[in-house]
């Protein structure tokens, strides 16, 4: 059975209680930013469910878990999970064999329960590719889910590899050097299995490749002529948006509407956004404050979440229509890289001191949450959206 039909959904409560119950349905957080959020307890029969459904709700940013709530999860997992509270009520039957399926099984209700009591999106079924550098000439390619657990080592090639990106929520694209050159490969989650996307390999490959939003064509920035400029590949052609022979691009990430690309360039001797027309290739700065600013990741929403460094490395957006008035610093200054945005477009995972934190973008959002705690250096996450 599909683990999404055994949710089933029921009206429970009149009009008149749901008003009733509405101010009993917050509480103030006083160990975040002050969000009002809505109260969850849970009581169920399985401790690791319980820790995986507690972590991913309150990832979410819209509940905070507590011994008494206006919203109750009780029951056994894998007999029936019951979901009450606020006029809403929801029932899982899902079946649960062992602690990952118990897991499993706490995400698919986490994501029910976001959408259900707080008309959000979740994610804690959107996976997060990212890389463990284990040294300089050695990285490997990895996966877990937003809440940290169930971590997946991919590849075990004891050569450094970098930018994985999603082609879609089952296929990575990601830089590998194990020939001894860098070269782009499709690697398939489900089968774990890979292959070279352009087998003779792209001279002076030297950023991610970036799979448009409709999947026909894939960005890149290689020095096939000189300094590293910016290439839209479709199929076998190559079609250069850059030229610029004094200054190098970099981080290429695509509109929601696959007709413009955002890059980074240092054409004005500091690394700056910059967004080109795929069509035209005419290019405008986007970025002037900052020393440097890196990494853009351009969101299904419009938003452009990127690395501006202010007396350190903070996360950054800003609304390409509306220019720079528009940018929003999200983090204090330390060492941030790699922000990635989530499905919900208030999340953002990105790394700092080799650990990676999911970030909340609103303004009365939950300080960076650490995904886990692990020997390793976990750097460039991609989110699947």
């Known amino acids: 059975m599909n683990a999404f ?50 972590k991913n709700l309150e990832l979410s940013g819209l509940f905070v878990v ?27 039957t899902e079946s649960v064999a062992d602690a990952r399926s118990a897991r499993m099984a706490a995400r698919r209700l986490s994501d029910a329960m976001c959408e259900a009591f707080g008309g959000q999106k979740g994610f804690a079924l959107d996976k997060i590719a990212f890389i463990n550098r284990k040294g300089s000439d050695n990285a490997e390619l990895c996966l877990a889910y937003p809440d940290g657990f169930d971590i997946r080592q991919l590849t075990s090639d004891a050569k450094a590899a970098l930018g994985p990106r999603w082609k879609n929520p089952n296929e990575l694209y990601y830089i590998s050097y194990r020939s001894n050159s860098p070269q782009v490969y499709s690697f398939d989650i489900n089968a774990s299995t ?16 970036v799979v448009s939003p409709d999947g026909s064509k894939v960005a890149i920035v290689a020095s096939f002529q000189g300094n590293p400029d910016l290439y839209v590949l479709s199929g076998t052609r190559f079609t250069r948006l850059t030229n610029t022979p004094s200054a190098s691009e970099g981080c290429p990430s695509w509109s929601p509407d696959g007709t413009k690309i955002v890059y980074v360039s240092d054409m004005s001797r500091r690394q700056h956004l910059y967004i080109v027309d795929v069509a035209t290739k005419e290019s405008r700065r986007l970025t002037y404050k900052g020393r440097d600013n890196v990494e853009p990741d351009w969101g299904r929403d419009g938003r452009i979440a990127y690395i501006t460094k202010r007396g350190g490395s903070q996360i950054a957006v800003i609304d390409p229509a509306e220019g720079e008035a528009s940018t929003e610093l999200l983090t204090e200054p330390a060492d941030w890289e790699h922000p990635s945005w989530s499905r919900d477009m208030r999340h953002i995972v990105a790394s700092r001191s080799n650990a990676l934190f999911i970030v909340d973008s609103f303004k009365d959002g939950d300080a960076p949450r650490q995904m886990f705690v692990a020997d390793g250096n976990w750097i460039d996450p991609t989110w699947s959206r």
């Open 5 to 54: 039909a055994t949710v089933k959904w029921m009206s429970v409560l009149g009009a008149a209680l749901i008003a009733a119950m509405a101010s009993a349905a917050t509480v103030v957080d006083v160990t975040g930013a002050g969000a009002a959020k809505k109260s969850v307890s849970i009581k169920v029969d399985n401790a690791e469910y319980a820790r995986c459904l507690k």
């Open 66 to 92: 507590q011994g008494s709530g206006a919203v109750k999860v009780t029951g056994t997992p894998g007999v029936s999970v019951r979901v009450e509270g606020l006029g809403k009520a929801l029932t899982s």
């Open 194 to 209: 890979r292959r070279p996307l352009w087998p003779k390999g792209v001279r002076g490959l030297s950023s991610p490749a």
